[in-house]
């Protein structure tokens, strides 16, 4: 069936940052002469916990995160649309171009957090680590940020959050009216259970971790509720793909399923 590609509708500045190796400008982490050492970005990954603007607290829904790539660039989750950004840092300081953001209809909720979240992450802020606890502030200190440091998580024994849809090098958001039920639980028992958007599933699975290769042996078992047409779209595109062998990959929080002809969806592990 046609995929619709996510597209980068909205250019709004985001700031990401990481931590320093220590807190205070004196001792083994300072440069020569006391130059403060870059904050290094690369390789991590954050739980967003609240973000604060213009002296407003608000906690993040689940899915807020952050993940820093190499090469300057990051990329997150508001806890409905995904964002990215090229990230600059000088010290204790990072500074962020303008980001793109996809286009995912949002409950007015998640759709003020993501505002503030867009807002908070702008201008320079300045980080302090303590422990695995990362905080961002404004200048003025009126706008910052709250995150944690992610663990990488197994393949087995997490609840997956199915985000989007991938066909070949393409992404796609979920038909807008499915987003956030449809998930996947990968069992140690062999069994793979959980959402497809509407309707509960399971159905027994072999993985093979030395080929990254999860088999869904036989079509899965659904309740039979009624779905909407949004639901029922997904539904029938995931009921299709959990038909058979599938290649895993697993990037720290991140799960994509694909089949041989490049189908496939893409997961995050739930934190809440």
Not at 80 to 101: I, R, S
Request: hydrophobic letters at 35%.
């Amino acid at each position: 069936m046609p995929k619709s590609r996510a597209v980068a509708v909205l250019v709004l500045p985001i700031l990401l940052l990481t931590a320093c190796g220590t807190e205070g400008g004196g001792g083994a982490g300072s440069g020569a002469g006391g130059v403060q050492p870059d904050l290094p970005v690369a390789g991590t990954h954050w739980t967003v916990e609240a973000v604060t603007v213009d002296g407003r607290r608000s906690a993040a829904p689940d899915g807020a995160r952050v993940d820093f790539e190499e090469g300057g660039r990051a990329r997150g989750n508001s806890g409905c649309n995904t964002f990215g950004a090229a990230v600059t840092v000088k010290g204790d300081t990072l500074t962020v171009e303008p980001a793109e953001v996809t286009e995912i209809g949002c409950p007015a909720d998640a759709q003020r957090f993501e505002t503030e979240l867009l807002k908070a992450f702008s201008g320079a802020l300045k980080g302090t680590l303590k422990g695995d606890a990362l905080r961002l502030a404004s200048t003025d200190g009126r706008n910052g940020l709250e995150l944690t440091a992610e663990r990488a998580v197994p393949l087995r024994g997490t609840t997956w959050k199915v985000e989007g849809l991938v066909s070949g090098q393409n992404a796609a958001s979920l038909p807008a009216g499915s987003e956030g039920k449809a998930r996947l639980l990968i069992g140690a028992d062999g069994r793979v259970t959980g959402n497809l958007g509407c309707n509960n599933f399971s159905a027994t699975a072999r993985v093979d971790e030395q080929a990254r290769t999860l088999t869904v042996e036989g079509p899965a078992a659904t309740t039979r509720m009624m779905c909407t047409s949004p639901q029922m779209a997904l539904e029938t595109k995931l009921y299709e793909l959990l038909d058979g062998p599938l290649s895993y990959r697993l990037n720290h929080r991140t799960l994509t399923l694909t089949d041989a002809s490049g189908e496939g969806l893409t997961a995050t592990a739930t934190t809440r």
